[in-house]
């Protein structure tokens, strides 16, 4: 967020604090102006980051360019709030005189900026001239509202309120979004499967990689249903309702009620593939012996979702140690699946417990395409990234 030099500037820290609170992570640069406005102090405080506004640090012996490359670059968008006409004017005319400036001809992103200017001053050809001018390089510039100005007259320059602002953006950004309007499942984690009323049968997954999935798709716009056994995990963002399951029954119950209508169905859970044919009610005393668990096998969740595929794109996850490539080749075409995510544990630092995991997509008649070792967040952009190529024509 940039801000310039003008009596609007005093409602950033609300805009601010409204950006978190709606889940963003906030970075503030301002015009040396601005700071007459508003204290870099509150930004910081609020955004809970360091505020720049000079391109090098200024109260050190050892002076550091502020990197307004990097700081352009790190933004999923952009917005200037106020933008006075001095910075709409510079915006421009690609003239960087200040640290706001060179962001905003740095930046690779979307860019909004919310005007404010007295009644005369926004009107003036000029302005509005600039205005067109931004807008026509892709700049989105918010409308001013209308009430009372700092200089005693009544019209239209006012900056928009920031929950004005914040509900603009959303609805702007939210229209771009190529999961917009679809649901997509996802199931994540572990079952437990009870041997009795403390014991079970479990396994090592975290749950990280279907979690990390859920944000990427609510990222995208999706509406998230994340399907979770037991972690440590939790998740807040307003497109993702989790739904926690403890076994793979109740997995399996989940998430044929979210299969009917959804675009997308993610299979990452480590379902336990059996379960006790007959838990005890009671706690099994160690006096009593203890020397056989008799196994019944879960229902096979992906498998049955395959059989009654329509429209649903279908992803699995395989996890293998032998015969990687072609054990997962047969389980994509076994389960009628649109693509499987192969995870080896044979690579080192990759799979289950970990932030990391090294994979293979696969997807019938296309060759199998090989990732890096990324961090799951990482893993997760991929994987809709090739999702999208492929639904995106479906759809
Ligand atoms: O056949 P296998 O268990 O190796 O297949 C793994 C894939 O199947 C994963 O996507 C996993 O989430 C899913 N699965 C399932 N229900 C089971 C077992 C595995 O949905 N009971």
Partial sequence: MGISGGI?????PTLVRAFIKQGAEVRVI???SSKDFV???????????????????EDQDNPLWNNHVEMALWADYMLIAPATSNTLSSMAQACCTNLVLAAYLSSQCKVFVAPAMDL????HPANQKNLETLSDYGVVVLPTEEGFLASGLLGKGRMMEPESIIAFMEKDIYKTLP????????????TQEAIDPVRFIGNNSSGKMGFELAKRAADLGAEVILISGPTNLSIKHVNIKLEQVVTADQMFESSKKHYVDA????????????????????????????????????????????KIKKDQFLVGFALETENELENAKGKLESKNLDAIILNSLNDEQAGFGGNQNKITYLQPNVNPISFELKTKQEVAVDVFDQILLKYEKLS
């Fill in 179 to 190: 999961l917009k309007n679809k649901k997509v499942v996802i199931t994540a984690g572990p």
């Fill in 263 to 306: 675009s997308v169905f993610i299979a990452s859970a480590a379902v336990a593939d059996f379960k006790p044919d007959n838990n005890a009610t009671q706690k099994i005393k160690k006096g009593t012996g203890f020397d056989q668990i008799n196994l019944l096998p879960t229902p096979d969740i992906l498998a049955y979702l395959g």
């Fill in 120 to 123: 005369d001053m926004y009107s």
């Fill in 39 to 57: 204290t870099p102090l509150s930004l910081a405080t609020v955004s809970q980051n360091p505020v720049f506004s000079s391109f090098i640090s």
């Fill in 8 to 12: 609007a500037a005093y409602k950033t």
């Fill in 30 to 32: 301002m015009t040396p």
